[in-house]
Every structure is written in C-alpha cells, then in structure tokens.
C-alpha cells in the first residue's frame, strides 16, 4: 500500500514550504470575495508563526497573491481569527 505524501504549500512572507495543515488558507472566492480557510477559489497560504502574520508588508504580499484589491475590514477579521488560534 503505497504511503501519502504530506501536501505541501509555500508561505507568501517567508517563503518556507510547509505541510498544508500547518498554514492559514486566505481565499479570493469570484462571489463571495475574501475567505479566511474554507471555499474554493484562488489562495495564499500564510504560515503560523507571529513573525509571519505580524509582517508590515503583508497586507501588499496578499494584494499581489490574490490578485485583487482587499478591503481594510478583512484585516480586522484576520487578526480575529490569528487571536483566535493562539
């Protein structure tokens, strides 16, 4: 019986590859818009650690991954859900 590979994706901030489990999934859904882990659509994997989610340049490193203009208010959101996990 073969063995499953871990999916493995990259962080947009450090730019480390990780186990997909081990990273926030921030979705660009074509109705819905910005979604934080859930829904289909395009994506960018932020990883855990504080150094990551709290990097100045973030907010323009998810702009450019999605491809689409964020509105401020998800940022709010985001950090919810950071203080949330931890």
Known sequence: MK???PIMRRCISC????DRNQ????IKHHN???????????????CKTEKCFRDPKIK???QKALKISINPNFYEIFEMEI????
């Open 3 to 5: 063995k499953k590979l």
């Open 15 to 18: 730019r480390e590859t990780y």
């Open 23 to 26: 990273l926030f999934r921030i």
């Open 32 to 46: 819905l818009g910005v979604l934080f882990n859930q829904g289909n659509g395009r994506s960018a994997y932020i």
């Open 60 to 62: 323009k490193k998810l």
């Open 83 to 86: 203080q949330n996990y931890k």
